[in-house]
């Protein structure tokens, strides 16, 4: 699943593009921090699809997570989530947090959005830099929720 310009079957129809910001002035001077990655997250309503500079996609997974509604923990995300929709008792909830392209459940979306990026990133002394894709038309309030439930799950906050 190349993101060179070709269309995705996953992305139903959506053509990616990946960025190559190498070239540029400067970029040699914002390198990442030694032992962090760069890393861009496709954050959608469907899918969250991760890739890795160098690496290319790296993770491709339901945007669903189950938490217990008792206590808010953790049970599942991805696969194993969406596989326990309407299969759980009632203090298990499996959850899309992101409704038309947006955060619908803003601490769903970061403890998602932290286990995406430990499954892809596991040092936890440096933060990955990481670029996030959020649908053109969201409001700025809405891609600041975006922005900070991604620095709540790890990411290291804009320069």
Sequence with gaps: MPLDG??????????????????????????P???????????????????????GIVLLEPSVVAVNALDGALL?????????????????????????????DFEVCEKMLRYFIQQVHSRKWAKPRMVICVPSGVTGVERRAVQEAAEYAGARPPA
């Design 76 to 104: 599942a995300v991805g696969e194993e989530a969406k596989r326990m929709i309407g299969r759980t008792p009632d203090h298990i909830r499996a959850v899309r947090p992101l409704k038309d392209g947006v955060i619908a």
């Design 33 to 55: 921090v030694l032992g962090s990655r760069d890393i861009a997250v496709d954050l959608g309503t469907a899918n969250t699809l991760v890739s890795v500079r160098g690496e």
């Design 6 to 31: 070709s269309t995705d079957p996953t992305s139903h129809g959506a053509t990616w593009v990946m960025a190559d910001f190498s070239d540029r002035p400067g970029w040699p001077a914002r390198r």
